[in-house]
């Protein structure tokens, strides 16, 4: 969406803005798999290569029943940007099958894993293409993945996929990193306000592996006060703090955070308009919307889930003090730390956790500060920063390349 402005602002010719606009190569494939039951069914699977001059392209595979070839093909372009903005040395990508993880047994979830390998792995690899977890698949694919791979090309490749189990060569510090990323962003973000972290609040939207580790980290980093936290069902509240590691527990336990002692259950949408310093949207997309931007009442607004609002709310926001930190760099963490694997899988060399997460605060504070003085030197937001700076090095990669 805000690729017409980063192209106007650069004055991109209107050549390499085509090109920009549409993935580089788009590959699709029906996987016809046997079910428990004896019979077959056919799945729809995709792999949209958006853009590799910077690199091998690199992005997520997804597993879920409304897949659509244009929401890969959105979010293959996301990954793009993300990885020119944080500076890592890759293009972007996504993958999809069209299928119902809840509705599939262990056995029928492997053999698509498999069959989507046999499908793509030519235009797959360490050099070409790397994909990695995302919504609906985990570390247990990725290794049917790496093994069916290994198994077609006749030799090992660790680096061909990443967010891979560690017994096989997945990298310390995986799990946590996007919310790390993410609690770097914001004490990078409160130094610039000078809102000291120990003494400020925050409430976070969504309590999965991105919400669930920022509101743990900052809590245990910077002694931030976290307000609220919440899951699809509600948000549990309490204006003394909550001790963040017990509500996960608890949600760990029960299944929700419903009825954690001490705490009061408001619902999703107050949680985002509470009186916070730092507001954390760590769960879906358009949660905030033209009709709640207006009611935000926090200083930072750390973009931790992909696309939390919409495109009417930023107009909203642009006009506020909001001090905002734009998804694909707030949550740039993962890829961050995904590349860091396939460095350690290529060199055969495996980091300790404090070498990786040093790493990852490396590339972040600077993708951060990189983003920060561009805004305020050329007067413009955080995000329009953001895409500029990102569409700046694709296109300067394409150029050199005589792609443009
Ligand atoms: P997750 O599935 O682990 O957690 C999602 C959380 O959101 C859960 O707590 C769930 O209960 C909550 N939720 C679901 N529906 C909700 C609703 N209607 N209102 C409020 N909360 C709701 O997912 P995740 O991996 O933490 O991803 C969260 C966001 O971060 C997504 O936008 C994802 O694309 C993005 N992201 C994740 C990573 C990563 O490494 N996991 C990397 C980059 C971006």
């Known amino acids: 969406m805000q690729l017409g402005e980063a192209a106007k602002f650069l004055k991109l010719e209107p050549k390499l803005h085509k090109l920009l606009r549409e993935p580089a190569r788009i590959f699709k494939a029906n996987l016809k798999i ?3 039951n004896g019979k077959t069914k056919i799945f729809q699977a995709f792999r949209v290569q958006y853009n590799d001059a910077r690199g091998p392209c690199k992005g997520g595979i997804r597993y879920h029943p409304e897949e659509t070839l244009d929401t890969i093909k959105a ?3 996301w990954m793009t940007w993300k990885c020119a903005v944080v500076g890592i040395p890759y293009g972007g990508a996504k993958g999809g ?7 599939l047994s262990e056995k029928e979830l492997e053999r698509i894993s498999r069959a989507y390998i046999r499908a793509f792995w030519k235009h797959l690899g360490p050099d070409q293409d790397v994909p990695a977890p995302d919504v609906y698949t985990s570390g247990k694919e990725m290794a049917w993945m790496l093994d069916e791979y290994e198994k077609i090309i006749g030799k090992k490749s660790p680096a061909m996929i990443t967010g891979k189990p560690l017994a096989l060569g997945g990298s310390l510090g995986r799990d946590s990193a996007t919310g790390m990323g993410a ?3 914001i004490r990078e973000a409160a130094k610039h306000l000078k809102i000291d972290l120990g003494k400020a609040t925050a409430a976070v939207q969504g309590a999965g592996n991105v919400g669930g580790w920022t509101a743990k980290l900052l809590q245990q980093k910077f002694g931030t006060k976290i307000i609220a936290i919440s899951d699809s069902k509600c948000a549990v509240y309490s204006e003394k703090g909550l001790d963040v590691e017990k509500v996960l527990a608890h949600k760990e336990k029960t299944g929700q955070l419903h009825n954690f002692p001490g705490t009061k259950c408001i619902t999703n949408e107050q949680l985002l308009e509470l009186k916070t310093d730092i507001l954390v949207p760590a769960a879906l997309e358009n949660q905030i919307t033209k009709d709640n931007a207006a009611k935000l009442k926090c200083k930072i ?11 009417d709310a930023d107009a909203v926001l642009k006009k506020t003090k909001i001090f905002l930190i734009p998804d694909f760099l707030c949550n740039a963490g993962g890829v961050t730390v995904s590349y860091l694997e396939w460095v350690q899988n290529r060199t055969g060399y495996y980091w300790k956790l404090n070498e990786v997460n040093d790493k990852l605060d490396e590339v972040m504070t600077k993708a951060f500060w990189d ?6 030197k050329n007067k413009i937001t955080m995000r329009v920063a953001a895409y500029v700076l990102a569409v700046q090095k694709v296109a300067e990669a394409m150029k050199l390349r005589g792609l443009a």
């Open 97 to 103: 099958v069209v299928c119902n993880t809840k509705e």
């Open 34 to 36: 046997k079910l428990d």
């Open 301 to 311: 607004l750390a973009e931790a889930a992909n696309g939390p609002a919409t495109k």
């Open 183 to 185: 609690v770097i962003c």
């Open 75 to 77: 979010l293959a372009a």
């Open 371 to 376: 983003v920060t003085n561009f805004a305020e």
